[in-house]
């Protein structure tokens, strides 16, 4: 058999395996115990716009001080911040305090296709 053949058809069979494969981006939002009404929801569309392009989420809740005595403020927020996304996620890893963090991962559904980012025209 010839060798160059050979490499050439191995090089050919690992640039097609390589164009099958899918990239998994994992973003982040990092929230607080104590966060406003408002500045959740700024929070949730942050969120919502990541697993609709596809990505997973890593949902970070920081404690701080005598906030770390109470964790079970930041796990209803992330059961919160999971009910409200459910449609276009599910949660991957559940919440686990990890020292003063506590972390929850969502990951969008396996047949929800991402949505392209299309610009729109400017108009002059």
Do not use: C, W
């Not at 973003?27 to 997973?56: C, M, W």
């Not at 409200?84 to 296709?113: C, F, T, W």
């Amino acid at each position: 058999m010839d060798y160059g053949k050979f490499k050439y058809e191995s090089a050919q069979k690992a640039r097609e395996s390589r164009r099958n494969q899918q990239l998994t981006v994992i973003k982040e939002q990092k929230l607080r115990p104590k966060i406003d009404q408002h500045d959740y929801e700024t929070k949730k569309g942050h969120v919502s716009r990541f697993l609709s392009a596809g990505n997973k989420v890593k949902v970070t809740i920081m404690f701080r001080g005598r906030e770390q005595s109470r964790p079970e403020l930041g796990f209803r927020l992330l059961q919160k911040l999971a009910e409200d996304v459910s449609e276009l996620g599910y949660v991957e890893a559940s919440p686990k305090q990890d020292g003063r963090n506590m972390i929850m991962v969502l990951a969008p559904h396996k047949n929800a296709k991402p949505k392209p980012k299309v610009k729109e025209p400017v108009e002059s």
